[in-house]
Structure formats: structure tokens, C-alpha cells
């Protein structure tokens, strides 16, 4: 049965794409079978393994027109659900379904006991898409960049992801946050980790491994490849390993 995975930030531009991609690459060089799914209508998953304005794609199966099975896209190393700008009025149809929170934990049942592990990449928001793709996981990993503002929005999030959790889905965890862009070195950067590791709630829950910044990492998805496929021996490639071998370790 699946591990299901939000890869989820209520801030834009923190890694959640380059994270569901990249670690999402190295799990499947692990030799695990693994299914991405695109939840953002600005779909910079979908194009970054080269599906662009797929025919099928996941508005069809939130609308019922598609069954999941139908838009699976398989490629050599993983599987993608894709998604296209035209998500956002399919998100917008289901905004007054009973239930509408539940429908991805429904889509995804049947194909479940097909992966090891389904990441979901998420908007740069809390909306009805985001929510699904709590009420339907185990875990959810938090991406951020050591940044300025790095922590607005973390109390919320980490406050809705509680609320998803008693209300609608009980197993739901944070699996820990991951460091993206991150340079140990740099005052700012420590500034930010110490934040971190004086909040009782948070202080466990920090990823040992973090990704460096990397031209690489920046460059490979508009060449349609994972960090993997594009620079193999770069420090992205190394870090995203480090990283999928930390997380099996903790959560198999
Ligand atoms: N380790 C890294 N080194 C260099 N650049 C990086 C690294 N990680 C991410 N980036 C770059 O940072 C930018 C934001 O990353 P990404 O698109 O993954 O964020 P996001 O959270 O998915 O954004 P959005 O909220 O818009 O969906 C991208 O240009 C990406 O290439
Ligand atoms: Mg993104």
C-alpha cells in the first residue's frame, strides 16, 4: 500500500515543485514504484517531466469525466498524474460538492496497493485542492527556503493541517520540514535554524538532510529532467539522495 505525501507550503516559490520532482526521482532510482501528482493549475510539474497541456489530465478526474487510471502518464522512472492551467475552473466546479475534501483519498483508492509512495505537489495556497491532498495522505513535508518571512504563514498552515487532521483524517503527520536553497554557513541561515529548533513543536521535526543551492537543481526542469537525469554527480543530486535515504529511514 502507498505512502501518500503532501508536498505542502501555504508560501509560493519555497521548492514543492523541485522537492515533489526531485525526491520523487530518488525514491524511484530506490527502485520504488512512484506516482506524482500535479495539484497546481500553473502545473510546473507536469512541465518539468516534459507533459505539456496533456489530453487527460487530473480536472477531468475531479470532474468524473476520467477515471485516475485514464490519465496516468508513465515514464522510466516514475508515473505522473498531469494537470494543465484549465485545473483552476475544474478546482473552482468542485468548491460546492458535499464532500469535496474527500475527493482525492476517493480517486486514489484504487490505485493505491499499484505504489510505494504518491507525492502530491501542492498550490502555493490553502484552497480545496490543498486540503484534498492532506485528507488524502500519510505525511506531509513542508519545503522552505531560509528567507526572510520564511515562517509567515507556517503558524497557519501547521494550525489547518490540525484542523484536516481531528476533523477528517486522523493518521495525517508532519513528516518533518526540509530546508531547500539552504547555505549553513550564512548568518541568515543559522538565524532561521535556531528560530526552528527553539519552537517546541517544530524542533523535531527538522529534516537532518537539506538541499544546497544548485544551478543544477534550478536549470534541469526546463530541460524536462530530474536532478537525476541532468547532473548526476551534482550537489542537488547528492543532497535529494541524502534526503530519500533519511526518509526511509525514519518512515520506511
Ligand atoms: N536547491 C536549489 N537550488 C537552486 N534553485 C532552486 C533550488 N530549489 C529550488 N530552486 C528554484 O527555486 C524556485 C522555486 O522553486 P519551486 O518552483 O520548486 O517552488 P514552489 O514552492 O513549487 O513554487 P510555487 O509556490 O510557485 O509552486 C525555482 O526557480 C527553482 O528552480
Ligand atoms: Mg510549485
Redesign the pocket.
Known sequence: MATIISII?Y?????????TLNFGAALAKKRKKVLLLDF?S?C?LSLSTGVKNSEKHLGHVLAKKATIEDVIIKQDLYSIVPSTQELIDYEFAINNEPGREFIAKEFLEPIQDLYDYILI?C??SLGTLSINSLVAADYFIV?MQPENFAFIGLDHLIGATMKVKNRMNPKLELAGILF??FAYRTKFAQAILANILSDDNLKDKLFESY?????S??ES?AFHKNIFEYAPHSR?AKDFKNFANEFIKIYG
Open positions: 507550503n508560501k509560493g516559490g519555497t521548492g514543492k515543485t523541485t522537492t497546481d500553473q510546473n505537489d498550490p502555493p519545503p531547500v536553497k538541499i544546497r543551492q544548485d544551478i537543481v534550478m526542469p542537488g
